[in-house]
């Protein structure tokens, strides 16, 4: 299966902004769930942000809430996870990832980004 491809990470200040987005490698979207997840060093990957690719629906991780935005373009087949306000504690590796099925935002998904790196400075 053909996996996503990450971009837009990099070393910003605190209170900064990044702009993540995330596309299929080969083909369109054709997911029912496209969600972002991170990992940070010493601890376990964490669900942050996902929307449902044709209704728009989005849920986010609590620490987030206000401050990262998931969207999605459907002509640019792209989803963005807007980041403002940056914390350190959002350093990590953010991954995109996808699903084919519904079932929730925590279930298993089929397909994976390499990651990209966000390093926030204070």
């Known amino acids: 299966q053909a996996q996503l491809v990450e971009s837009g990470g990099g070393l910003v200040q605190a209170g900064g902004s990044l702009r993540l987005s995330c596309a299929p490698s080969?083909?369109?979207?054709?997911?029912?769930?496209v969600s972002w997840f991170r990992q940070a060093p010493g601890k376990e990957r964490e669900f942050v942000a996902g929307?449902?690719?044709?209704?728009?629906?989005?849920h986010y991780e609590d620490s987030v809430k206000g401050r990262f935005t998931i969207s999605r373009d459907i002509a640019k087949n792209t989803v963005y996870l807007q980041m403002n306000s940056l914390k350190s504690e959002d350093t990590a590796v953010y991954h995109c990832?996808?699903?084919?099925?519904?079932?929730?935002?925590?279930?298993?998904?089929?397909?994976w980004g390499q990651g990209t790196q966000v390093t926030v400075s204070s």
């Open positions: 990832a996808a699903r084919l099925t519904m079932g929730g935002w925590y279930g298993t998904y089929d397909f």
């Open positions: 929307i449902t690719w044709y209704g728009g629906g989005t």
């Open positions: 080969g083909r369109p979207f054709n997911e029912y769930i």
